[in-house]
Nanobody, 125 residues
Framework: VQLQASGGGLVQAGGSLRLSCAASGRSSRTYTTAWFRQVPGKEREFVAVFFRGGSTTYFADSVEGRFTLSRDNAKNTVYLQMNNLKPEDTAVYYC???????????????????WGQGTQVTVSS
């Protein structure tokens, strides 16, 4: 499975962006897709996850209520809609995939074996 993240950019605080995680090689419905983000000098942190097989999603507390996930099966793509963006959301965002992640490991990098390249999101104040 190959994942490609896109959609990053520069936006003012309060604005919105939609990130895309396009998959090739297999249907995105067959594995769980997550988003992580990383700021230089800090560890990568969990943002959100979309479990395979259904519509179960979980979000980090820092983005709960502002970010949502959706899936377009025809395009084999998972979207991260980011609203009411804040300067602290500035980071490189990565999408990741896994067949083996479970609820208790949803926020852990080692649980994911497929990774896309990052896309930069910059939120100005």
């Amino acid at each position: 499975v190959q994942l490609q993240a896109s959609g990053g950019g520069l936006v003012q605080a309060g604005g919105s962006l939609r990130l895309s995680c396009a998959a090739s090689g297999r249907s995105s419905r067959t594995y769980t897709t997550a988003w992580f983000r990383q700021v230089p000098g800090k560890e990568r942190e969990f943002v959100a996850v979309f479990f395979r097989g259904g519509s179960t999603t979980y979000f980090a507390d820092s983005v709960e209520g502002r970010f949502t996930l959706s899936r377009d099966n025809a395009k084999n793509t998972v979207y991260l809609q980011m609203n009411n963006l804040k300067p602290e959301d500035t980071a490189v965002y990565y999408c990741a995939g896994s067949e083996r992640v479970i609820l208790s490991t949803r926020d852990r990098e080692p649980a994911y074996n497929y990774w896309g390249q990052g896309t930069q999101v910059t939120v100005s104040s």
